[in-house]
């Protein structure tokens, strides 16, 4: 298969704009018209994962976390492993692709996993993802000849995305009219003389987080010394609830039970070392759950307790002494588990012809493993 072949499928397991507004999701590295055969599943993006990856003869490598999250100041072998590992990927063909919250959201992702091995009971999310989704319409006016570049440009931005189709885009011809005055650098007439010129009205949506890097590559392929734009903030779409759940759940038990029986709930998981904190609650039924680190998310939620990976010492602390329970999991041990169900998700969803594998290498620090 062809990678936006692939892209399309794993997209429709987990679509994108159910991630979180400040969430990296998305083809991170790659060329869209390189073919996969083989597919590599983890949860961070190491470079013994490259290595593994590379070994396994993998195109593409699914990392759950963004590898690039925040801007690299560089790409070099003597850099940061956060660069080498993005480095080497490169320098292997590999393409990347991060799924994060957008499978953390969705109906049968990481949040509904983790439910499931609480026990029988309803689950709502905490933030539902009917909210919508953060996009825009941009709307340039480009002379005809130039419609093609502009277009491409943006497209390969991150415009003209919709569902499994890219490069989406509208155009209706026009005249445009401008006269340029005394200091103008005018790609097209002359000083103090007012010009017509065939343009093209070139529509695309783009998605916010996208907006700075279309807007500027916008800019760089118009001919126009001042390109003439729009920029319209689009109303949020409702999704529909059987196609997504939104962030983190709710889990009220069809019974109550123990702290201990809670925490028991997560001991077969690999690596992991569960922690329990409460001050003598006896039963709790109605259960705050989210991957990974659910701090944040928890502040708009009411619970008997509240299970996650990782929390703030002093967040926990008052949740115990207002006397919630507290079940931490470990960051990567609430997550790295869902990898095999992942994986025959995408299977099911036609990516058969792709050869899918969960990394071996993959693995939380060592200073993570075995604490009680």
């Known amino acids: 298969m062809k990678l936006d072949e692939v892209l399309g499928m794993l997209r429709s397991v987990a679509p994108e704009r159910l991630a979180e507004p400040w969430d990296k999701v998305g083809l991170q590295l790659g060329v869209l018209t390189q073919t996969v055969s083989r597919g590599l599943l983890c949860i961070d993006l190491t470079e013994a994962v490259v290595a593994e990856a590379v070994k396994k003869k993998c195109e593409l490598v699914v990392a759950y976390h963004p590898p690039i999250f925040r801007p690299l100041e560089g790409l070099r072998d003597d850099g940061p492993w956060t660069q080498r590992r993005v480095l080497a990927a490169t320098r292997a063909g590999l393409a990347v692709y991060s799924p994060h919250t957008a499978l953390d959201a969705v109906r049968g992702g990481v949040c509904d996993w983790l439910c499931g091995l609480i026990g029988p009971g309803s689950a709502e999310p905490i933030r539902p993802a009917s909210v919508g989704r953060d996009e825009f319409k941009v709307v340039v006016f480009v002379p005809e000849a130039d419609e093609a570049s502009v277009r491409s440009a943006m497209a390969g931005a991150g415009a003209g995305g919709i569902g499994n189709y890219r490069e989406c885009s509208f155009s209706a011809l026009g005249t445009g009219g401008f006269r340029p005055v005394e200091g103008a650098k005018p790609a097209i007439g002359q000083i103090g003389k007012r010009e017509e010129v065939a343009e093209r009205r070139l529509e695309m949506l783009v998605p916010g987080r996208r907006l700075a890097e279309v807007l500027g590559e916008l800019r760089l392929a118009h001919p126009y010394e001042e390109p003439a734009f729009d920029v319209f903030k689009l109303e949020p779409e409702p999704i529909a609830v059987d196609e997504a759940a939104g962030a983190g759940r709710v889990l009220t038990l069809d019974r109550a039970v123990t702290p201990d029986a809670l925490a028991a709930c997560f001991g ?73 169900v992942y994986r025959d998700r995408l299977r099911r969803a036609g990516g058969a012809e792709v050869k899918w594998s969960v990394s071996r290498a993959d693995r939380a620090p060592l200073a993570w493993r075995g604490q009680g």
């Open 268 to 340: 077969g998981l690999p690596e992991a070392a569960v922690k329990l904190g409460h001050r003598g609650v006896k039963r709790v039924r109605r259960v705050a759950v989210c991957p990974g680190a659910g701090g944040s998310l928890f502040e708009e939620i009411e619970a008997d307790a509240y299970v996650t990976g990782e929390m703030q010492h002093h967040q926990a602390l008052d949740l115990v002494q207002r006397g919630r329970v507290v079940v931490l999991l470990g960051h990567t041990v609430s997550e790295r588990p869902y990898l095999p």
